[in-house]
């Protein structure tokens, strides 16, 4: 395990296996999640790829952000800080985003490039799309703070009722399969998202989600103009459909393949497809 200091301080952890002079994937984790949240993924890819994987600020073994900035900026910020580590100069990586994931390198190509980015993957993401708190846009700058500050605190709360249901086992079982897996989804699979979701820290899952929902990712997808391969389940609940249909046509040089009857965890449940993916798009990339 290393480090890696971002633009504001925040201290991030960074896990690297496979061959030093291998393709260097970077995996970007969803909200709520850790490292852990791959499963299996990178153990099949590390045998020919250089995989990296960090936690994002306030996730997992990462530090708090010490502004409390939690914005998909902020985020992507971090990944910057990570590129700049483990992508040497003149080189470019392939860059793997699970659901927020995906947010964050949009965020990142708008508003820092791609000179270290020679390929993006979505794996259950749909570059972040936008609910209510992102259509108020057109309100005045004060009620939009206002309405801001109500979400937060609603998301704090959710954050602190996860905390205190995660004990319960079926119970937490129940809402993690409804929310993020499609029926009949492995134990195992269900078990890591409570165990990361659930046991996240308050305050920064409340203001990444404000962040995430108030953050339309497919406006900014045209940013994304390095080959972009979009991996989605078809029983996704929280990427859907009609949110597929809108990025693909903002993507240059897109390519969608659905997994039949997956949902929105591919990673944990189509394990070995995943990694096939990934690894395809890196090969591409190396042809190119």
Known sequence: MSYVVSSDATVLTLRTRGP???PIVVLVNG????????????????????VVQYDLRGHGRSGNAPADDYSLEAHAQDLAAVLAEVVPDGQQAVVV?????????????????????????????????VTFPGLARDLPPVARRLLRRVWLHALRLVALVANRVKP??????HLVRKFA????????AVAQVREDFMGSRRVPLARTTLASVSTNGVRYASALTVPT???????????????????????????????????HMVALTRTEETAEQIARWVRRVQVD
Do not use: C, N, Y
């Open 31 to 50: 909200l709520g999640m850790t490292t852990d949240s791959w499963g299996r993924v990178p153990e099949l890819l590390a045998d020919r790829h250089r």
């Open 97 to 129: 985003g699970s659901s927020l994931g995906g947010g964050i390198i949009v965020v990142h190509a708008r508003d820092l490039g791609l000179d270290r980015i020679g390929a993006v993957v979505f794996a259950g993401s749909g570059g972040s799309g």
């Open 229 to 263: 391969l979009v991996v989605h389940g078809e029983l996704d609940p929280e990427v859907p459909q009609e949110e597929i249909d809108e990025l693909m046509p903002e993507l240059s040089d897109g390519e969608l393949v659905q997994l039949p009857g997956a949902g």
């Open 20 to 22: 030093a002079d291998g």
């Open 181 to 188: 897996f499609e029926p009949g989804a492995p134990k195992a």
């Open 168 to 173: 319960i086992e079926p119970l937490a079982d």
